[in-house]
């Protein structure tokens, strides 16, 4: 291949991945063309992109990048996942994607700059919440002892209404209010 083809190959990665921070790696090899088809509009459709890259020239077009970090796994046939959402959300399609297609190969992922190795990683950060998973966590969490506070102050007020809106029927119908001791 000459320099100027390669050249216009790295420019094309860079742009592609010019906003992608995370992203996931997986071999795609073995996988039938009509299946590849299938999991690449699948995954489009939930704005997810999948590029075949060719591992040298991907090395040269991440360096410096947030994406310099997956060099260390770019080895044989790889391709690049990204988009969607998140990457947490990317890991979660292409785990539920490898019970159906098993000629999936996870080779890593990268997260805020953490690399997630092999199928375990990926797996691994599958589990994990999405930023907006986990700010609902956090809103939870803060919220909660508020909420219970407020359950304790109302819970009391609430019972004592009852009583006085117990004394009141009583009264309203005519019948004596018996005298506590």
Do not use: H, W
């Not at 992922?109 to 907006?132: I, N």
């Amino acid at each position: 291949m000459s320099k100027p083809v390669k050249e216009l190959i790295i420019r094309e990665y860079r742009d592609r991945v010019a906003d992608c921070q995370d992203a996931v790696v997986v071999s795609i090899r073995g996988v039938k063309a009509v299946d590849n088809n299938k999991i690449r509009m699948g995954l489009l459709q939930k704005r997810i992109r999948v590029t075949m890259v060719r591992n040298a020239l991907a090395r040269k077009a991440f360096e410096g990048g947030a994406l310099a970090a997956l060099n260390d796994i770019l080895a044989g046939s790889s391709a690049l996942v990204y988009g969607g959402a998140s990457v947490v959300e990317v890991a979660r399609e292409l785990v539920a994607l490898v019970a159906k297609y098993p000629a999936i190969e996870f080779k890593g992922a990268l997260l805020d700059g953490t690399l997630f190795s092999g199928k375990a990683g990926v797996e691994e950060l599958s589990k994990m919440p999405t930023r907006e998973e986990a700010i609902g966590l956090n809103i939870g969490l803060v919220l909660s002892p508020a909420k219970k506070l407020a359950a304790q102050i109302v819970g009391p007020g609430s019972s004592v209404a009852g009583i006085v809106k117990a004394i009141e029927d009583k009264l309203e119908k005519g019948e004596a209010i018996a005298k506590v001791a």
